[in-house]
């Protein structure tokens, strides 16, 4: 099924001022702060609630993002970044718990993301073999093993639904023709995003991996960075 990205406002994309402390990536500043307050207390700008909004007319229909419970950095933003990398690169900054994909004029659009708990962290340089909508999970045999209480979906998977682990769109990484087994994909646990949490893959809110779904094609470049 396809769907079609409503038109948001420039101001809901404004840099914020503590775009430009990001580290590494940006290369001034210092790093942010990967446990910060959340927004419990503040006013939610309007745009956001809409970018967060209830999406009812997705297969599985899904539920708003409760914003007040994830720390406002982590909100998709487009913001200034300086990047050798050409423009319609992922690029995941494991450390700061971002996603950004390049755009022109020094910009990206950046998502906060999960990342994968120590010992399943990853990083190198691969590409979007192929992308799907509310797809099949199929747990891999390490981890069937690791997860005895798996096996159940060892050969056919996981069909597609709100408790999915993939949840409404992933895209799949691969090394030249070898599936590297990681996924960038989406998300109901709105509370993992600015964490490790996941096995490997690198989670996005469900409303943030359908933006980013709609904006990359197959092939697209994917550059993970660990420092």
Known sequence: MSVSVPPVTRRAFLVSASASLLAGCMGTGRPLPVEAPTSVGRRIDPEYLYMYRAMPEEQFPLPAVDLSKINPVYYRQVVDFASNEPTGTIIVDTPNRFLYLTMEGGKAMRYGVGIGRDG??????????????WPVWTPPSEMIDRQPELEPYRNKGMGPSLENPLGARALYIFEGNRDTLYRLHGTNEFWSIGKAVSSGCVRLLNQ???DLYNRVPNG??????QS
Not at 220 to 225: D, I
């Open 120 to 133: 399943f962290t990853w990083g190198g340089t691969a590409r979007i073999a192929y992308k799907k909508e």
């Open 208 to 210: 943030d991996v359908i």
């Open 220 to 225: 697209t470049r994917v550059v993970v960075r």
